[in-house]
Structures are given as C-alpha cells and as structure tokens.
C-alpha cells in the first residue's frame, strides 16, 4: 500500500470524538446556588404542607395534642401516677388566642414538614458524596430525624407534664388561686418541646464535627466534668425548680454525651483508618 493510499485512509476515517473538558461537565458555582435556592425552596414546600396539614386539623392538634396536658385526664399521668389537676387557662389580652392559634399550629407544621426539609439538604451534598459516603450520609439524615422527634417526644411526654403539674398545684397562699395566660402556657409548651427535641441533636453534632477532625473523644473525656455541671444548670434553666423535673432532663443530657463520647470515638477512628491506612500509615507510603 502506497504512502498516499493510507493518509486517504486516515483522512476518511471519522476522528474520535473528543471529550469535553471537566470544567464544563462540572457545575459551576453559580449552578451550586442555584441547586442549592432549589433544595430550600422544596424543603420550605414540605414544610407549608406541614403547616397546611396542621390547619386542617386545628382542632385535634388544639383540643388533644397542645391542650392534652392542661387536662387532668391526660394519658401521660396515669401512666406515671402523677396526681393532676386542670390548669385554668384564660387569655388577658385582646389578640392573645389569634396569635397563640397562629403560633402554635405554625410550630407544629414545621415539626410535620422537617423531616422533607432534611431531605431536601440531603439530597442536595448527596452528589458530591462516594457510594460509602451516601450510605453514611442517608444514615445521618435518618439519624437525625429519629433524635429530634425523640427529643420532641421526650419533651411532650415527660418534661411537660411533670412542669405542668408542678406550677398548677404550687401555691404561695390558698388565697392565691392558679390562672395561666393562654400565652404563656402555649410558649412554655412549646419551649419545653422544642429544646428538647434540639438537645437530642447532641450526638449528631459530635458526629459531624468530629468528622471533620474538629472534636475529639480525649477532649470530650477530659471535659466531662465540666459537662456535667452544665447539664445540670441547663436543666434547671429549662425545667421548675423542683429536683425531680431538673432530674428528667438532666439524665438524658448525661447519657447523650456519654453517646456523644462513643460516636466521636467511632468516628475518628474511621476517620484515621481511612487518611493512614490500617497499619498506620498512609495508602502512598505503602
């Protein structure tokens, strides 16, 4: 075959095609935001559904989950052999029940549409993220929804009822009769509910920080001490002044940082095991 036989025949023959280059197969920065205003906008979605939801059923969620412990026959003081009475709940001020109405659904419709809302920023560094990655961080997001509606639930359950039922039936004088604002007692409620449900995070930030290489199981042990005061005095800030209900806050803040210890241990060593290898030493020097 002669030399200008075979440049026809290279000359013919269809050239690969090229491949674009990574920049533009990368999103851009720009494309981030954008991605990212999207997420937001679908979480805030599920949380309008969340709050549409709680207005249908207003008056269940009035009458039997935020008035529930105001009733002396609420579920929760059977099973924990309180001796209850009726709060008397009246409103002193003339929009008092629009806005605890208002206020207090609105809060409930968040709780409804958070876990959407947590989904959503999930969805968003899931990309980004390697196979193991997504396993782990669909755990997280599992993880951090189970806490905060334990939380929540410790909150209502436990907390409330026993704060409940110690300002009802503290009395300074039998001459001084025990009539609650409507305001006050849907904000404590709501208070009381919702700390406990963000106080239950405390084992998803020592994950996430210790992740990062920014916490440290050594320096959670070396402050224990220092915790525990805290904890007490963030109960008794939360809770009445009575030492059984400090007490019920107080033990679970305890053993969530004891969690909190494991977790970061666990955390750092994969973390370490991953950066230096199981031999200690890293991939490149093997």
């Not at 920049?23 to 981030?32: A, K, R, V, Y």
């Not at 990309?127 to 410790?154: C, H, Y």
């Not at 009539?179 to 509910?193: G, N, P, R, V």
């Not at 998803?204 to 959670?220: D, N």
Request: glycine share 6%; net charge neutral; hydrophobic share 50%.
């Amino acid at each position: 075959m002669s030399q200008g036989t075979s440049q026809r025949k290279i000359m013919d023959s269809i050239p690969p095609k090229a491949e674009a280059p990574k920049m533009l197969i990368e999103m851009s920065f720009l494309d981030h935001l954008e991605e990212l205003r999207w997420r937001i906008l679908k979480g805030l979605a599920g949380v309008m559904v969340g709050i549409i939801i709680a207005f249908i059923f207003s008056e269940f969620f009035i009458d039997e989950v935020l008035l529930g412990p105001a009733k002396a026959d609420f579920f929760m003081y059977k099973l924990m052999g309180l001796d209850s009475v009726d709060l008397v709940l009246q409103n002193r001020t003339l929009p008092g029940q629009f806005f605890s109405y208002w206020g207090t659904l609105f809060v409930v419709g968040v709780i409804i549409g958070s876990p959407l809302f947590f989904y959503q920023l999930w969805a968003f560094f899931e990309p980004a993220l390697e196979t193991e990655e997504k396993q782990g961080s669909t755990f997280v997001v599992t993880f951090i929804t189970f806490m905060f509606t334990r939380g929540l639930l410790f909150g209502y359950l436990i907390l409330t009822p026993f704060a409940v039922q110690f300002f009802a039936t503290f009395q300074l004088s039998e001459a001084v009769r025990n009539d609650f604002d409507i305001t006050a007692y849907f904000s404590s409620l709501t208070m009381w509910t919702m700390t406990s449900g963000f106080i239950f995070q405390l084992p998803v930030v020592s994950y996430g920080l210790s992740k990062v290489g920014l916490l440290t199981p050594e320096f959670l042990k070396k402050n224990r001490k220092i915790a525990l005061v805290v904890c007490l005095i963030l109960a008794a800030f939360l809770t009445p002044p009575d030492p059984v209900s400090q007490m019920l806050l107080a033990i679970p803040l305890v053993l969530l940082y004891e969690v909190a210890i494991w977790i970061s241990k666990v955390t750092n060593k994969r973390r370490d095991r991953k950066i230096w290898g199981k031999d200690g030493k890293p991939d490149s020097m093997k």
